[in-house]
């Protein structure tokens, strides 16, 4: 039972014989291995099948590597391929043919080729480059309904020496273009470009090459090449139109899309609400062009919006730049509401408490509401003086004095004379 098992084991590992490699058939090397500049950041590489390669129908394949700027490698059946990477530090690469046959792949040696660095002294090429794209609308009869700006910084060289200038050129595809418009640093120098109307496609794709040289009358500015991914460095621009309104304790904000060539829903949205009576800050991400939050009606808001091209319409890009504030609310008017109903409270209590104390210290009272005065102590005296000395008089005359005494000293007068 044990043979059996054993070659039945055997007969698992064992490949057929048409699947061995053929012990007489050796791989040569290819022959004619270039490395040619094509391009911005872009090399061609070919070689040619070796004339002494036996037998002359194997289908033969090739394996590429590149060592510099960074490594890699893929297998290829065709004899040239096009790579795109950084130049500024040199190019190299090596190229070698494999037969694929069964289990065991049959492999030459390699060639290799390479591609020297471009001439410059160290510490002249720039540096902290970075760039960014923005979509704009192209106007009315224009067969692009939108056209993408470019704009790129960078800093000079530490080493570089006083009279270096800078000047940029970018590659999207088969275009190939120097910056429109520099900005200067305040030596004169170019620190940044802006090309307005680029080749970039505004739902593009891809590569960007970006290559910075320089030129001096004193030493030889080494050059600078960056690669960038055109839907990492696309800057969605702010959303329009935003509104806001306050219904009791509701704050309802409202915009429309950015200016895109990407639809409504590829869009995601970040919210920023400022409390500015009570310094708080709200910060929201939405995924929808209307956003609601229950809010103190009795505060005072600053509202921005911004915007991002969603992962689900392509690799997401940059945040927009924050909408303008706008204001709600009013808490503008509230302190001053405040304040007024603190200063009458002080002023009714004031008067409370001076007020009498004024009165008490200048008789206000008296001189407001003086006493009634009584008959004058002579008026009296006189009357008594006269009912004594008409004593002894007739009937007559005691009559008349009583009926004076009613009717008051004028009449009393008269009758007495």
């Known amino acids: 039972m044990v043979p059996v098992l054993l070659v039945l084991w055997g007969a698992t590992v064992i490949p057929p014989a048409d699947l061995l490699p053929d012990p007489k058939l050796s791989l040569l090397p290819p022959v004619n291995f270039t490395i040619r500049v094509t391009g911005l950041a872009q090399v061609l590489l070919s070689w040619e099948p070796n004339p002494d390669q036996e037998p002359r129908d194997a289908h033969l394949e090739y394996h590429v590597k590149i060592h510099a700027p960074q490594d890699d490698d893929f297998e290829t059946g065709s004899t040239e391929s096009t790579c795109v990477a950084p130049l500024h530090e040199g190019f190299s690469a090596s190229v070698r043919t494999i037969l694929q046959e069964g289990h065991a792949p049959l492999a030459s040696s390699w ?28 106007g009315g009869g224009h067969r692009r309904p939108h056209r993408v700006s470019l704009h790129c910084t ?15 050129y970018y590659r999207y595809g088969s275009w190939t273009e120097e910056c429109q418009e520099y900005r200067k640093d305040p030596t004169g120098r170019n620190t940044a470009c802006w090309v307005p109307r680029s080749s970039i496609s505004s739902k593009g794709h891809g590569w960007l ?80 062009n209307v956003f609601v939050s229950a809010i103190d009606h009795l505060s005072k808001y600053s ?26 609310g009013s808490e503008a008017r509230k302190p001053l509401m405040e304040w ?62 009583s009926f004076v005494e009613g009717l008051g000293c004028e009449v009393l007068e008269n009758s007495v004379f």
Request: proline share 9%; hydrophobic share 40%.
């Open 111 to 138: 060639v290799s080729a390479e591609l020297q660095a471009p001439p410059g002294s160290p510490g002249t090429s720039v540096s902290n480059l970075t760039c960014a794209t923005s979509t704009t609308m192209a």
């Open 154 to 168: 960078w800093l000079s060289g530490e080493e570089a020496p006083p009279d270096t200038q800078y000047f940029l």
């Open 209 to 288: 090459m970006v290559h910075v040289n320089g030129t001096s009358r004193t030493a030889a500015i080494r050059p600078f090449d960056q690669l960038f991914g055109v839907q990492a460095i696309a800057r969605a621009n702010p959303p329009t139109n935003v509104t806001a309104q306050i219904q009791g304790t509701r704050l309802s904000i409202r915009w429309d899309k950015p200016i895109s060539a990407f639809p409504q829903h590829c869009f995601d949205y970040e919210v920023k609400i400022h409390n500015t009576k009570k310094n708080y800050l709200q910060m929201e991400k939405i995924t929808t």
């Open 303 to 328: 509202i921005q919006v911004r915007a991002a091209v969603s992962p689900a319409c392509r690799t997401a890009g940059l945040w927009s730049e924050w909408t303008p504030p706008i204001y709600v």
């Open 340 to 401: 007024l109903l603190i200063l009458l409270t002080v002023t009714a209590c004031f008067a409370v408490l001076i007020c009498p104390l004024l009165c008490r210290i200048c008789h206000l009272w008296a001189r407001l509401f003086p006493p009634v005065p009584a008959p004058k102590s002579h008026i009296k005296d006189l009357l008594v003086t006269a009912h004594c000395e008409k004593a002894g008089s007739s009937a007559t005359e005691t009559e008349v004095i």
